[in-house]
């Protein structure tokens, strides 16, 4: 079974900075198309964003140019995926998923990691 498990949220207020990490029990393959999501208070689970084996990303409207997704190819870390936030606001207060998506159809998610945006 596979085990996704996220870091790095925690309390920032607004215009600050934050890395999230998701580690994988395994090596991610190249074919993994890995992705951050979140869902904010009152609200439904949403996309972030997304990269892919070949390094294509894509981003949601709302995070676009404020937030970076990038993966870990280092030999020994090739679990690894991130998610740079910069540029916070208080709407981006959520709990934060990344989420595997392997073979087109099997999907891991993690627990989550609580992000607050507040002065």
């Known amino acids: 079974q596979v085990q996704v498990v996220e870091s790095g949220g925690g309390l920032v207020q607004p215009g600050g900075s934050l890395r999230l990490s998701c580690v994988v029990s395994e090596i991610i393959f190249s074919a993994d198309v890995l992705e951050w999501y979140r869902r904010a208070p009152g609200k439904q689970r949403e996309f972030v964003a997304t990269?892919?084996?070949?390094?294509?990303?894509?981003?949601?409207d709302s995070v676009k140019g404020r937030f970076t997704i990038s993966r870990d190819n280092t030999k020994n870390t090739q679990n690894t995926m991130y998610l740079q936030m910069n540029s916070l606001k208080p709407e981006d207060t959520a709990v934060y998923y990344c989420?595997?998506?392997?073979?087109?159809?099997?999907?891991?998610w993690g627990q989550g990691t609580q992000v607050t945006v507040s002065s």
């Open positions: 990269i892919t084996g070949g390094g294509s990303t894509n981003y949601a």
């Open positions: 989420r595997i998506l392997r073979g087109g159809r099997n999907e891991y």
